[in-house]
């Protein structure tokens, strides 16, 4: 039986050396865990805390996790993969040299006769207004053009303290999503979505309305959470191996 996972805010390099650790030793055991012809991955955005892809350059921190990505493709696992906020700037490293499948923003599929939406979930709630126009600015092909002017020794650092001071401000405010994340999942079941699944907002979340399911898939900082189809049913999971 084919089944789907999804997993978003996984956040490699954000922690300390031991917390990083911990994170990449669960991730492989997960991954060793879904590693199943036919299967299918969707990584929903922030994989990496940081990433900016130059011409002939990327981060040299995450090879243990291409390595592990690239095994799981190779034993026959469908790894997709959708940006976040925070690994946004990509080129063509992922897909043609680790063979993921590079999706739309917004990838809408049918899954087991259901009718599925993914999105990261960047920019949908109302405290990210003023985000929402941070976004339009440094996705600009002219802003990407002029960071890639900047030498990779000072790039790649200067992308790691964006994204620690934009953790920072928003660690400051303590609210739920939950809410906002329903309303805006009201409005896809409304356009005959069955499934939304979505990331960006770190809580672990489904509910279930009117028989349509939303997800908000959690993280792997604090909740090692995962999403799953399998046999026409939706469900989040924790991994505690």
Not at 44 to 68: I, M
Request: net charge neutral.
């Amino acid at each position: 039986m084919v089944k789907y996972y999804f997993i978003s805010d996984i956040h490699i390099g954000a922690g300390t050396e031991a917390e990083e650790e911990k994170k990449f030793s669960r991730l492989k055991s997960f991954f060793n865990y879904i590693k199943k012809p036919g299967n299918e991955l969707f990584i929903v955005g922030d994989l990496f805390d940081y990433w900016f892809e130059y011409n002939h350059v990327v981060p040299n921190k995450f090879y243990g996790v291409f390595f592990e990505i690239s095994k799981l493709i190779e034993s026959g696992v469908s790894v997709n993969f959708l940006r976040g906020n925070h690994d946004c700037w990509l080129k063509d490293f992922l897909s043609d040299q680790v063979n993921i499948n590079v999706l739309p923003d917004i990838y809408t599929t049918q899954i087991d006769n259901k009718k599925i939406f993914i999105f990261h979930g960047d920019g949908i709630l109302k405290n990210d207004k003023g985000y929402r126009l941070l976004k339009k600015i440094i996705r600009h092909p002219l802003s990407i053009f002029l960071f890639r002017c900047l030498h990779p020794d000072i790039g790649i650092p200067l992308t790691k303290q964006m994204s620690q001071t934009s953790k920072h401000y928003t660690s400051t405010k303590v609210y739920s999503h939950k809410d906002e994340y329903i309303d805006y999942a009201k409005n896809k079941f409304n356009d005959r979505y069955d499934y939304v699944i979505l990331g960006h907002s770190h809580e672990a979340i489904i509910e279930e309305i009117e028989g349509k399911v939303l997800i908000s898939l959690g993280d792997w900082i604090k909740h090692f959470s995962y999403g799953l189809i399998s046999n026409g049913t939706a469900s989040l999971n924790f991994w505690n191996s």
